[in-house]
């Protein structure tokens, strides 16, 4: 046996994901017969079974758990084929795949990405969502064109990568509005055992804040950990703690989520990259979103001094300068 029959082997596949041949043949718009012979003949083919019965239900046996396992690595990329050439092919759209790092805020990412969404342009985007670490394979791989993250490329990666500084952000801490009224007085020390809703270890921002709190002697009362962005912030919203963000997003994050902000961290800037087997970036729907979103950082670093509310510094340890905020 030389190659699996992948159609006896697609079968097989969508018995399991449609929880039973009934419903596999009506996905496939073939008889239950028909999906049920060609399964047979799959197991002819490898000399064992696939199903085993237990009850009413068809369960895999291992050799079908084995089977399974292959499957789900070929035929989403399949489908995944399939959609990418409808869409190209629907006008001549050129396709684009980008890998977000669950680190970068949601509503970054659709800043950085919006010139491609809009309008009827001329890309295909595919985007997925992951670990950094795990993008930059499917990276190393040519299976993504680029990886938006909220650090550089390791020195370790294993590959050659190049990083493109898409944009810097000020930082600030926001909360539901009786949080954040509580903790405005004396901040940034009115963090000190307060509720915080962080971001895992793994990230940069979550070290960079780490060493901030220790800088500061800062003990805050860590209530979560959590690498999703949207779910740190529907968090806040309901009052389980306050949350850091860039300031770059603020109206956004401010209007969407009903959060006010407690202040700004002096010193501290979240950055944005966007990592590239290119040293000179080629491709045009790179080229557009990496020109967009220096141009949006930079008219919001131009702006940073009118979105931080006037207060008069002072200093902390260490002599870095502190801004209250009403």
Known sequence: MRHPNYTHLLYFWTVIREGGVAQAAAALHLTPQTVSGQIKLLEAQWQGALFEKQGR?????????????????????????????????????????????????????????EPLLTGDGPFHVL?????????????????????????????????????????????????????ARKLRGNFPQSLHEAPLL????????????????????????????????????????????????????????????GVLRIGRIEGLRARFFAISTERKIKHPAISTITQSAREFYSMRAEGEADVAAPATPKRGKGGATLRRTA
């Not at 050129?94 to 950085?112: C, E, H, M, N």
């Not at 500084?165 to 000020?170: H, T, Y």
């Open 57 to 113: 239900r068809l369960v895999p046996t291992e050799l079908g758990r084995i089977a399974y396992a292959y499957a789900e690595e070929i035929f989403p990329r399949g489908l995944e084929l399939a959609s990418v050439l409808r869409g190209a092919g629907a006008r001549g759209r050129r396709s684009v795949a980008i890998g977000v790092a669950d680190a970068v805020p949601k509503l970054v990412t659709w800043r950085i990405l």
């Open 198 to 257: 962080l971001p895992t270890d793994r990230t940069a921002n979550r070290r960079m804040l780490d060493a901030w709190f220790e800088k500061f002697g800062i003990v805050p009362r860590i209530v979560g950990e959590l690498d999703d962005s949207a779910l740190v912030k529907t968090f806040a919203q309901h009052g389980i703690g306050a949350f850091a963000a860039p300031l770059a997003v603020e109206k956004e994050i401010t209007r969407q989520y």
């Open 127 to 179: 985007c997925h969502e992951g670990p950094l670490e795990s993008l930059l394979g499917e990276l190393a791989a040519h299976r993504l064109d680029l990886v938006l993250s909220t650090s550089a490329v390791p020195a370790d990666a294993g590959f050659k990568a190049f990083s493109h500084l898409l944009g810097e952000s000020a930082i600030g801490f926001f909360a539901a509005p009786a949080l």
